[in-house]
């Protein structure tokens, strides 16, 4: 189907987003990213006497990526169709099951 779609588009893009510019390292998730990585430092720096704490806090501080990435496109899936629609379920899929182990 994909290579359908493609043929029929030829060599223009089947979803032109207007006004929407390329990404660049400043997506302005740098500031969560940073956020994410020094609360789990400094909450794993304080559970260091309470081992089974800790390794509480360590199973579930490594489910929010996965997780975080799964609710984004499970939120979005209805704005895609077709191909785009089969490539971020199976993205999804992949980083729920990864969470579940």
Not at 20 to 28: C, F, H, L, N, V
Not at 35 to 48: E, P, Q, T, V
Not at 83 to 96: E, K, P, S, V, Y
Request: positive net charge; contains cysteine.
């Amino acid at each position: 189907m994909c290579l359908r779609l493609r043929t029929i588009a030829g060599n223009r893009p089947l979803m032109e987003v207007p006004g929407r510019a390329e990404k660049t390292a400043s997506d302005g998730l740098a500031a969560p990213r940073r956020l994410y990585s020094s609360a789990y430092a400094i909450a794993g720096w304080a559970l260091l006497d309470q081992p089974t704490a800790l390794s509480w806090f360590r199973a579930v501080a490594l489910l929010v990526p996965p997780m975080t990435g799964t609710i984004v496109i499970v939120r979005r899936r209805h704005s895609w169709a077709g191909c785009q629609w089969l490539f971020w379920a199976t993205i999804a899929l992949g980083l729920a099951m990864s969470a579940i182990g």
